[in-house]
């Protein structure tokens, strides 16, 4: 089987290096900086370099681009794939990649299925690519309600057959929702955290906690802006909600409130505990 | 040497194991609830039970107790000690502790300072602690203007010889303000952060950003109160201050700006590459 991948970049190049590790697999694979495609080839990350000439005979694949770039790219290409060829994207975000490319995928006879696979690390690029990032990772796939039921197995199979964990089938506006609490919110409000005053003091005064806290603070910004901005409206209620939810502690600590302020954190303690346990 | 610590919790017993490892010191324990010193004691955690008739032979007395009952057994005990015994408490707030005990130290002449081990976890109890907690952590010391260099290095000594990594001296005033930040916002923040209603449907989409955003959520409500409380100004400040900041993200999300959003995201990466560099 042959799988395409556009982008060989952490996740792209993570993908292809997870797949080779798989003799049924032949992958060609393309990044826009030829630098890039041509490590990828010397280091046997990629069969072959993906091209127009044979974008045609992949029945996988992978777009590992940012969400802006996914939607062009197929855009571009939806005349080109192979008949029958699973399609997928592998953004952070489902709605705004699946809603412009329902009507593509029905007229060129292509099946396409968001997939967002739940790893990731705070470093980006080719070099920090990996081929054991997703190993038993998540991954979550958004079809449309139309999506022929094989084409679901086919997916769930291909993902299962390279080391990924659990899979799970969502809509896409579900996906969104709750990425932008599980994801989305975390880099947020990392990002926020480094910016105190007492930041550069924190050698030595810091442990565990301030190291979690504060480890995606380290971001892409470019792709980042964009998967936000893609899903504003989620991303946005859940910072609010945050805020208000903080700004209790905050009133409860200045009130020197004792019992109102061990309601608060107890409350947080067993809804941890509980998420936890599900 | 003799050395008593008050208090056999996770940081009291995991500070009386790691004690042991070392041949030149004698530990003498108590906890409140006698089980757990009686399994401190058949454990060989510590050497023997720490009570009234021996305190006076403890060349060093650590209290890892809450700081409320730190500051009550102080008030206690303050005519008790050995001559020149070194008293140190192990809370992670020091204004509240090193204040009121200041001229019980001076008028019963025993020596007194803050430390704040930096190294914890999300479980509480002396069945956590470990003999590894704190190898290598930091530990800040607070000691008076007035006391005695050579008990500032008597402490240091102490701390570097039972595998402490960086020893760093302060004002209670500056660690209240710096800790606010590293340790304390960020356990009121990951507390707030479990509490949207999307918490529920993580299974499966979350990863490691999620993973460490959340740890400490899980955490024990009755001595947090106490901490938080005793450094109420420092911590509602963060608390506002992170709020604030979030605010930039979200307006700058609803208003679709990337630039903005963008220019935010690099701040706070830069600012974290830079405090992890210094």
């Given at each position: 089987?042959?799988v395409g991948?556009?982008?060989?970049g952490l996740?792209?190049?993570?993908m ?6 798989y003799?049924k697999y032949k992958?060609?694979?393309f ?12 280091q046997?990350?990629?069969d072959?370099e ?5 974008l045609?005979?992949c029945?996988?694949?992978?777009i590992?681009?940012y969400?802006?770039?996914?939607v062009?790219?197929?855009?571009r290409n939806?005349g080109c ?11 952070g975000v ?14 060129h ?6 997939a967002?696979?739940m790893?990731?690390m705070e470093?980006s ?6 081929p054991c ?6 991954v ?8 022929n039921a094989n ?10 057959s ?10 896409a506006?579900?996906?969104?929702r ?5 994801s989305?919110?975390?880099?947020v ?5 480094v910016?105190?005053?007492a ?5 030595g ?11 995606v603070?380290?971001l ?7 998967l936000?901005?893609n899903?504003a409206?989620?991303l946005?209620?859940e910072?609010?909600?945050l805020c ?6 905050s ?8 019992v ?7 409350e ?11």
């Open positions: 089987m042959t991948i556009i982008g060989l996740i792209g190049g993570s292809a290096k997870t797949i080779k590790r003799d992958v060609l694979g990044d826009k900086n030829y630098e890039v495609t041509h490590k990828a080839l010397d046997g990350t990629i072959d993906l091209s127009d000439d044979n045609n005979n029945d996988i694949v992978l590992a681009l969400p802006q770039a996914t062009e790219y197929i855009k939806c794939f192979k008949e029958n060829a699973l399609v997928m994207d592998l953004c489902k709605q705004s990649i699946v809603s412009p490319v329902e009507n593509l995928a029905l007229e006879g292509f099946a396409f299925i968001g967002h696979p790893a990731g470093n690029g080719y070099d920090f690519s990996s990032l997703f190993d038993k990772a998540p979550i796939l958004t079809p449309y309600e139309w999506t084409d679901i197995k086919k997916a769930h199979e291909f993902y299962k390279i080391g990924f964990g659990q899979i799970n089938v969502s809509t506006k579900e996906h969104d709750i990425i932008a609490f599980t989305q919110l975390a880099h409000v990392s990002n926020a955290y910016k105190s005053p930041a550069g003091s924190h050698h005064f810091s442990a565990g906690s301030y190291n979690d806290l504060t480890r603070a380290k892409n910004e470019d792709m980042w802006t964009q936000f901005l899903n409206s989620a946005s209620d910072i609010d909600a208000v939810r903080l700004q209790e502690y009133f409860a600590i200045k009130d020197n409130d004792d109102k302020l061990k309601q608060l954190l107890k947080g303690r067993e809804i941890k505990e509980q998420a936890d346990n599900v």
